[in-house]
């Protein structure tokens, strides 16, 4: 076997360890496709996309405003599905959103969403701002629920 054989088989062990839920829970891992401060999306959205011409759909409405337009990032359908979150206009920066664990509860995959915002006094772009966090994870039939977890206050 020569290095190269050698390096990426460890590689691909990695990656399939990666996957395992070592904390025996029902959580989902999370890869992560997109997430910052100026999504083209105007309104507060909780979605669960399923299928390519939704997010492509989905994308082209977030992307709006790049130039040159980015494309989508690729996701495999048949075996995941898009989770996204967006908190709408905001007047100033110092707004954000995670979505920090998804995680199956009987029938129900609870997705766990945390925003932040911006202290009182606190200096910040003044700017309008959008933020969102999209990701991927394995595709469910569960009915999804979105939880938003206290909003707290950014440390500066």
């Known amino acids: 076997m020569n290095v190269v054989q050698s390096v990426f088989g460890s590689l691909i062990l990695l990656g399939l360890f990666g ?19 100026f999504s083209g999306i105007k309104e507060v959205k909780q979605e669960v996309i399923t299928d390519k011409k939704a997010w492509e759909q989905f994308w082209s409405k977030h992307s ?17 599905m898009v989770i ?6 905001k007047r100033t920066g ?5 979505i920090t664990r998804v995680q199956a509860t009987g029938k129900i995959l609870k997705i766990m969403v945390k925003q932040s915002s911006p202290p ?6 003044q700017a309008l701002t959008a933020p969102f966090h999209f990701i991927a ?3 469910s039939g569960l009915k999804p629920e979105f939880v938003v ?8």
Do not use: Q, W
């Open 84 to 89: 996204a979150v967006t908190l709408g206009i």
């Open 137 to 139: 994870v394995h595709k």
């Open 64 to 80: 709006r405003l790049t130039r040159p337009a980015a494309l989508p990032p690729e996701v495999d359908f048949a075996k995941e």
């Open 19 to 37: 996957c395992v839920n070592a904390s025996g829970d029902d959580s989902f891992p999370v890869r992560s496709l997109a997430k910052g401060g």
């Open 94 to 98: 110092g707004y954000a959103v995670e």
């Open 149 to 156: 977890e206290a909003k707290s206050a950014l440390k500066e």
């Open 120 to 125: 009182p006094g606190a200096m910040t772009i």
